[in-house]
């Protein structure tokens, strides 16, 4: 049974660069069907999509973040990372990593997500 | 963007009520890029249907859903206690993927 864990800081200071990494166990993910997504959830709000990684490496970002976010993925060592710089209290919220198998099906797997607070 | 619009914003039933939740998106989209996830307070948001009506991996047959165009629905027939929680639809067909802004089904 594939699952994800996310793991990072809690605590970032703002104008830092928040980093997070999304591990995957259970299983191969040896495969181009794979791709992955981060979400983050501020404090009393809704889901807001960041952005996407192929298993190729292919990248798509949220406009609204693009200028700050990277996001790559390491197959061998089964990781996903999330780069978020200059940081601010906006940024602060529950973040998780999704991942799909395949265009159609959904984000069938989730990590149980992890909580940044941004805060000097 | 597509923006996706659930109502109601909240939902107050009974165990054993049927719940009926609505997704509307500002554009037409394929069935196959519509999907809905639900997430209690403290977990992981977890999939329930994709392709707008086929249900995920060891989901009840109590949740269902149907609709096509711009206008989607998940209905749970019978709630069940563990059924109260946060729903949320997603188009991921389009760039950028989003979400609805959410329905709470609540105990009344």
């Known amino acids: 049974q594939l699952q994800l864990q996310e793991s990072g800081p809690g605590l970032v200071k703002p104008s830092e660069t928040l980093s997070l990494t999304c591990t995957v166990s259970?299983?191969?993910?040896?495969?181009?069907?794979?791709?992955w997504i981060w979400v983050r959830q501020p404090p009393g709000k809704g889901l807001e999509w960041i952005g996407t990684v192929y298993y190729s490496g292919t990248t798509y970002y949220n406009s609204s973040l693009e200028s700050r976010v990277t996001i790559s993925v390491d197959t061998s060592n089964k990781q996903v990372s999330l780069k978020l710089t200059s940081v601010t209290a906006a940024d602060s919220g529950l973040y998780y990593c999704?991942?799909?198998?395949?265009?159609?099906?959904?984000?069938?797997?989730w990590g149980p997500g992890t909580l940044v607070t941004v805060s000097s | 963007e597509i923006v996706l619009t659930q109502s109601p914003g909240t939902l107050s039933l009974s165990p054993g009520d049927r719940a009926t939740l609505s997704c509307t998106t500002s554009?037409?989209?394929?069935?196959?890029?519509l999907a809905w996830y639900q997430h209690r307070p403290g977990q992981a948001p977890r999939l329930l249907i994709y392709?707008?009506?086929s249900r995920a991996t060891g989901i009840p047959d109590r949740f269902s859903g149907s609709g096509s165009g711009t206008d989607f629905t998940l209905t749970i027939s019978r709630l069940e206690p563990e059924d109260f929680a946060m729903y949320y639809c997603?188009?991921?067909?389009?760039?950028?993927?989003?979400f609805g802004g959410g329905t709470k089904v609540e105990i009344k």
């Open positions: 999704a991942m799909a198998v395949g265009t159609t099906r959904g984000f069938g797997y």
């Open positions: 997603q188009q991921f067909g389009s760039l950028p993927l989003t």
């Open positions: 392709g707008a009506s």
């Open positions: 554009q037409s989209i394929s069935t196959s890029y």
């Open positions: 259970g299983g191969s993910i040896s495969s181009p069907h794979f791709h």
